[in-house]
């Protein structure tokens, strides 16, 4: 059983920063993609962004520019460094791999961008 704990968010204002950070409780260098997603209040689940293991990166078009999603092998994690937050950004947070394991959500991480 794979164990994914998001930590990181917090409440900040337009324009602020957050980096969000996803532990593994297993090495993640056999795991060839791992995904952020997002959930918003009275929303379903949005994918953020991936990473391969060769470090291929795409994002959702909303936070191309933003969001710089990172990781760590050595450390088994994952992180999503967050600028330039925007209200619509407001959501729980989540990390998983590629494809879904539903029993491996963790329990999120909140970002709340408010003036």
């Known amino acids: 059983q794979v164990q994914l704990v998001e930590s990181g968010g917090g409440s900040v204002q337009p324009g602020g920063s957050l980096r969000l950070s996803c532990a593994v409780s297993?090495?993640?260098?056999?795991?060839?993609?791992m995904d952020w997603y997002r959930r918003a209040p009275g929303k379903g689940r949005e994918w953020v962004a991936f990473?391969?293991?060769?470090?291929?990166?795409d994002y959702e078009d909303s936070v191309k520019g933003r969001f710089t999603i990172s990781r760590d092998n050595t450390k088994n994690m994952v992180y999503l460094q967050m600028n330039s937050l925007k209200p619509e950004d407001t959501a729980v947070y989540y990390c998983?791999?590629?494809?879904?394991?539903?029993?491996?959500w963790g329990q999120g991480t909140q970002v709340t961008v408010s003036s």
């Open positions: 998983n791999v590629r494809p879904i394991e539903m029993n491996y």
């Open positions: 297993r090495s993640i260098a056999s795991i060839n993609t």
């Open positions: 990473i391969t293991s060769a470090g291929r990166t």
